[in-house]
């Protein structure tokens, strides 16, 4: 069993910052890379950023220069510092880990960014 818990949502005023965190435990051996999504009700889930097991970040346009995702290994964790807050950028947040063949995610945490 694997399990991923995050943390770190929240309400925030525009221009905020909040920081998200997902420790994964269990039988999970190997991480290759972990990552943030978000999904808004009607939409699809889509990629936030990413990190590898190299440390190469990736981030959707929408984010770059105002989030920094990173890891720690030793404690199987990802970070994202969400900075610069918007209003568009509220949504449930999940985590996701990829680890060999497979993927796990996280139960989500909602950021709900206010005018």
């Known amino acids: 069993q694997v399990q991923l818990v995050e943390s770190g949502g929240g309400l925030v005023q525009a221009g905020g910052s909040l920081r998200l965190s997902c420790a994964a435990s269990?039988?999970?051996?190997?991480?290759?890379?972990m990552g943030w999504y978000c999904q808004t009700p009607g939409k699809q889930r889509e990629l936030v950023a990413g990190?590898?097991?190299?440390?190469?970040?990736y981030y959707a346009d929408s984010v770059k220069g105002r989030f920094i995702i990173s890891r720690d290994n030793a404690k199987n964790t990802v970070y994202l510092q969400m900075k610069s807050l918007k209003p568009e950028d509220t949504a449930v947040y999940y985590c996701?880990?990829?680890?060999?063949?497979?993927?796990?995610w996280g139960q989500g945490t909602q950021v709900t960014v206010s005018p």
């Open positions: 990190i590898n097991s190299d440390g190469n970040t």
């Open positions: 996701r880990v990829r680890a060999g063949d497979y993927v796990y």
């Open positions: 269990g039988s999970i051996f190997s991480i290759n890379s």
